[in-house]
């Protein structure tokens, strides 16, 4: 029974990895939110409060990123066929640990489509931030690229989740089931749970012609 489990669930595990699972691709662009357009500019922002400025603005884009007016912005200029909500839950805005960096993700069924709609939501979130707060402090680092390898489905560990609950499962039942009898079995049982002497056997007919 435990053997049987554990492979009917691994089993499952790699069907639903292969076959049910609909492929992610995911696609960023890194970009700097910072004020210095020239040398100048960059020493007088490297003081503590132009950093801790600059950190907390970044937060900010972030949720700009998200908003409704660059999403269907994008929506209309790629002409995709989905909704505000459906590409906002494609969609990830996030600073990079405490530093002035903003990252943009997407994820998408194509890897290629990821791409084109992240870097056209970051080209889209600076023309909306120098048109909101009239300042032109972003500039992108890395444009996203199509990456072929999708982010949700890890095959391998999958298969070896399915063949734990698979084992724990069999053992889960077996014990279950051995819990559950109350057959008597042997003549020990008889003078355990009847209080009865046993008089005699009767051997398995089958089982003496084989020995």
Known sequence: LIIIMTVLCTVAGGVYSVFLITPM????????VNGAK???DIASSLDIGSINL???LVVTYGEIVKSRIVLE???DSLKLDMTYGQLLRKTTAQQVGGTEILKIAVQDEDPRQAAIIANKI???????VMRILKVNNVETIDTAIPIEKPVNVKTAL???IAMILGLMLGVFIAFVLEYMDNTIKTENDVQKYL??????LIPDHDMVLNE
């Open 25 to 32: 691709y995911n696609a960023e662009t890194t970009m700097m």
């Open 38 to 40: 020239n040398m100048t």
């Open 54 to 56: 600059s950190q907390k």
């Open 73 to 75: 912005q994008t929506i």
């Open 122 to 128: 970051s080209d889209v979130f600076v023309k909306e």
């Open 158 to 160: 999958n298969i070896a």
């Open 195 to 200: 209080d009865l002497p046993v008089l005699g």
